[in-house]
């Protein structure tokens, strides 16, 4: 059973704060590994992806992957309340030349205050 | 900027009816998806389709469920006879060739009662 977990929050941060999520991920088979962000009642929108060990930035967001602990990260940079949704981590296969399915984990709930 | 479509938003039907969940892909992506979130649950893999065959299927993808690329634009997904628990948001999702990344369109809410 392929495992994504993540820590369902709600994680409360200031305005202008780093905002810190983390993911763990069962299937070492995983290859790449996805930020999704959700406001209640839409979809999944895609933040950011990595699939080499260390930091990936794109702006204000910093995707930390390190495969041999199986953990996967997101940082958000100063914080708005704009940031204020659910993040979604989802593992991929993406083996050879298909494209995987995404597992996602149940998201995290992050409030920015102001 | 190109993105996904999907009709209709909201979709009610009775028991054991049959229903079509439509979506448009982007136009040049190749590989399609689709995903379901049941009300404050995770976001579940159904299906994936490319070259017009199913690549790959969950569990949750039985016998009721099918899908097809009737024509150049078009993305179906068919729930033969629903049950209740069919209740959900129905994403249909696409990515390009030789890219990773999967582009979500805004779900279709279906209710069955």
């Excluded at chain 1, 392929?2 to 983390?22: D, F, W």
């Excluded at chain 1, 041999?68 to 659910?86: E, G, K, N």
């Excluded at chain 2, 009709?7 to 689709?34: A, D, K």
């Excluded at chain 2, 129905?90 to 030789?98: D, K, M, P, R, V």
Aim: hydrophobic content about 30%.
């Amino acid at each position: 059973q392929k495992e994504v977990e993540q820590n369902s929050g709600p994680l409360s941060v200031p305005e202008g704060a780093i905002a810190s999520l983390n993911c763990t991920y069962s299937d070492r088979g995983s290859q790449s590994f996805f930020w999704y962000r959700q406001y209640s009642g839409k979809s999944p929108e895609l933040i950011m992806f990595i699939y080499s060990n260390g930091d990936k930035e794109d702006g204000r967001f910093t995707a930390q992957l390190n495969k041999a602990s199986q953990y996967v990260s997101l940082l958000i940079r100063d914080s708005q309340p704009s940031d204020s949704a659910t993040y979604l981590c989802a593992p991929s296969l993406n083996y050879g030349g298909s494209q995987g399915n995404l597992i996602f984990g149940k998201g995290t709930k992050l409030s920015v205050k102001p | 900027e190109p993105e996904v479509t999907q009709t209709p938003s909201h979709q009610v039907t009775q028991m054991g009816q049959e229903v079509i969940l439509r979506c448009v892909p982007i136009s040049n992506h190749l590989y399609f998806y689709w995903y379901r979130q049941i009300l404050g649950q995770k976001v579940e893999f159904l299906v994936s389709f490319y070259n017009n065959e199913i690549s790959e299927k969950s569990e949750i993808f039985d016998d009721q469920f099918s899908v097809e690329r009737p024509d150049g634009s078009n993305f179906t997904l068919k729930i033969r006879s629903t049950k209740l628990e069919d209740s959900a948001m129905y994403f249909c999702a696409s990515s390009e060739q030789g890219r990773v990344e999967q582009y979500f369109g805004p779900g279709t809410r279906l209710t069955v009662t």
